[in-house]
């Protein structure tokens, strides 16, 4: 089955400066890719995905890149904000039916003011 | 996007006893998902349950330590059935916005469950 891995755990920048999480799957055949931000007593937010026939995708301060061939996908994150302080969550699936998410471990980003 | 509700939002419950969560979901779909967080953890799925059929469940869960029923096409419930300590854990609903697979998943906010 598919696994996630996600790196680092933990990771901590100045208001203002860029964060970029990574993470790599193992299925060649996955091919939806999310991005799930957790504040602390709420549930998973979808923040953004891409799917495998893109290389990127922006919505405002934050993008994806997704690399099929090293089979990695990652999370960049312009001018921080202390808002931006929160656990976030990538996933990889087949998507279709009876397909299923595996998600990575979580990273746990603070934004220091 | 899906509005869900779920109820509790958190209860501390006794060892042995058993507690279901219900989940609402302000749209008719196809799919619904109930996941586990156990404490500093990633989201574990436990079942997929759709309408008018068994729910299916993964490895490791069973149905009767984690019944689900899914009445109808906007509210399914989850039994945590003769609790121990090792259940506390965050649980989640959560609905696919498109049906028929894995499009965008949106997730309730979470039912927090201490076991004692």
């Known amino acids: 089955g598919e696994n996630v891995e996600q790196h680092p755990s933990t990771l901590s920048v100045q208001e203002g400066d860029s964060a970029v999480i990574k993470c790599t799957y193992s299925?060649?055949?996955?091919?939806?890719f999310p991005w799930y931000k957790q504040e602390l007593g709420k549930g998973p937010q979808l923040i953004i995905d891409?799917?495998?026939?893109?290389g990127e995708k922006k919505d405002q301060r934050i993008a994806v890149t997704l690399n099929k061939t090293a089979k990695h996908f990652s999370l960049h994150i312009t001018e921080t904000q202390p808002e931006d302080s929160a656990v976030y969550f990538c996933?990889?699936?087949?998507?279709?039916?009876?397909?299923?998410?595996?998600f990575g471990k979580g990273i746990t980003l603070s934004v220091r003011p | 996007s899906a509005v869900i509700s779920q109820k509790p939002s958190r209860d501390i419950c006794q060892r042995g006893t058993s507690l279901t969560i219900q989940c609402q979901v302000d749209?008719?779909?196809?799919?619904m998902f109930w996941y586990r967080q156990q404490p500093g953890q990633s989201l574990t799925l436990i079942a997929t349950?759709?309408?008018?059929?068994?729910?299916?469940?993964e490895s490791g869960f069973v149905i009767d330590k984690f019944p689900i029923s899914r009445p109808n096409l906007t509210f399914s419930t989850l039994t945590v059935s003769n609790m121990s300590p090792e259940d506390s854990s965050i649980y989640l609903c959560?609905?696919?916005?498109?049906?028929?697979?894995?499009?965008?998943?949106?997730f309730g906010e979470g039912s927090r469950l201490t076991v004692l």
């Open positions: 959560s609905v696919d916005r498109l049906a028929g697979g894995f499009g965008e998943l949106f």
């Open positions: 299925d060649s055949a996955s091919n939806y």
């Open positions: 891409i799917r495998s026939n893109v």
């Open positions: 996933a990889a699936s087949r998507a279709g039916a009876n397909s299923k998410l595996t």
């Open positions: 749209s008719q779909v196809t799919m």
């Open positions: 349950a759709n309408q008018g059929s068994e729910a299916t469940y």
